[in-house]
């Protein structure tokens, strides 16, 4: 019989993960048994289109401790941890991704660390990008510093979304009213204590990327959109920089008129009409940024929908709503 209150949960996202599974039980079903304490695999199924769920609820027959979560549709890795959150159980709730890339052995030193440093976060920091290409390293750095300064917290730098919280720290993420919550971002600006625990990550154990560039910029955007108006500041600065380049240009075209040395000529014309065009077209596409968050707000759509959760609903699959939209 499954624990009603485990002590441990491990959320994990997974995506058209078939490759790695045979893998990933391997590693983790001895590691999570050898803990000594009760725990529940929690794995969230984002609408894959492979194998991925079958394989898993053909595991979940021998291995009771496995609990599948499937999403009617793929809504994203950040609106899956959100599900996890919201159904996970444990006291301690650890996410990691299905690629093995953040060694699943680190689990038993985040818990070490909670417990002997009465911490709620334990975060794992990457101790060496070497692995790296050099402008996924730079970008990453460039990413961080910019959220830093931005989210106005201490953000730990190579730290993704491979760490432990207590279950105060889940509730109170689970009660933001945000839906495109981006949790790299939302766990340190809430503020409790926290450690950290360095790892060298490992290369994919099998199959490829499910992060392509596009996802990652995306990520960016609502990194920046969701915690700051700083943009909207940017482009009122830019629109202020517009308007002084503009007050110049007519100085000089009085100036040169005055003096009798005009020329006729397009090349002031068009350096003008190209520079302030372009800061226009920059200033709209913040501003858009933020009124597609409110207008998606006003939709009061789910951030995610379950369809089956082998806990509750043993083998009948039902949309199940989830994740209240944000009332603003």
């Known amino acids: 019989m499954r624990d009603t209150h485990p002590e441990l949960s491990v959320v994990v996202p997974m995506y058209d993960e078939e490759e790695v599974l045979p893998i990933f039980f391997e590693r983790m079903h001895p590691l999570l048994d050898g803990l000594g304490i009760t725990y529940e695999l929690l794995v969230v199924d ?46 301690y709730v650890v996410t990691i991704d299905a690629d093995l890339q953040d ?6 030193e985040f818990l070490h660390a909670v417990r002997e440093q009465d911490v709620d976060v334990v975060y794992g920091v990457r101790s060496d990008r070497s692995s790296d290409s050099w402008a996924k390293r730079t970008s990453a750095r460039l990413y961080y510093r910019l959220m830093c300064r931005l989210v106005g917290k201490d953000i730990p730098f190579d730290a993704a979304d491979f760490r432990l919280v207590t279950r105060r720290v889940v509730d ?54 969701a915690f700051s108006a700083a943009p909207l500041r940017l482009a009122t600065w830019l ?21 009798g040395r005009s020329i006729p000529g397009w090349t002031s014309t068009v350096l003008a009409v190209s520079v302030i065009g372009a800061i226009q077209l920059l200033c709209l596409g ?7 968050r409110l207008f998606q707000s006003s939709q009061r759509r789910p951030q995610f929908l379950v369809g089956y959760d082998s806990l509750t609903d043993h083998g009948h699959q039902e949309p199940v709503h989830e994740s209240t939209p944000s009332k603003r």
């Open 46 to 91: 984002d609408g894959s289109r492979d194998r991925t769920a079958a394989l898993l609820l053909d595991a979940a027959k021998d291995w009771p401790q496995l609990r599948v979560v499937r999403l009617l549709r793929n809504s994203g890795h950040q609106a899956a941890q959100s599900a996890g959150f919201r159904r996970a159980r444990g006291q």
């Open 103 to 108: 060694p699943p052995e680190i689990i038993s």
């Open 172 to 225: 109170a993420v689970n009660a933001l009213p945000d839906d495109g919550r981006v949790f790299r971002l939302v766990i340190p600006w809430l503020g409790f204590p926290s450690a950290e625990v360095k790892y060298v990550r490992a290369e994919r154990a099998a199959g490829t990327t499910k992060y392509s560039v596009s996802k990652m910029v995306r990520l960016a955007f609502d990194s920046v959109t």
């Open 239 to 259: 629109g202020l920089l517009g308007g002084g380049m503009s007050g110049l240009f007519v100085v000089g075209a009085l100036v040169i008129k005055l003096t």
């Open 286 to 292: 913040l501003l858009g940024e933020y009124v597609a």
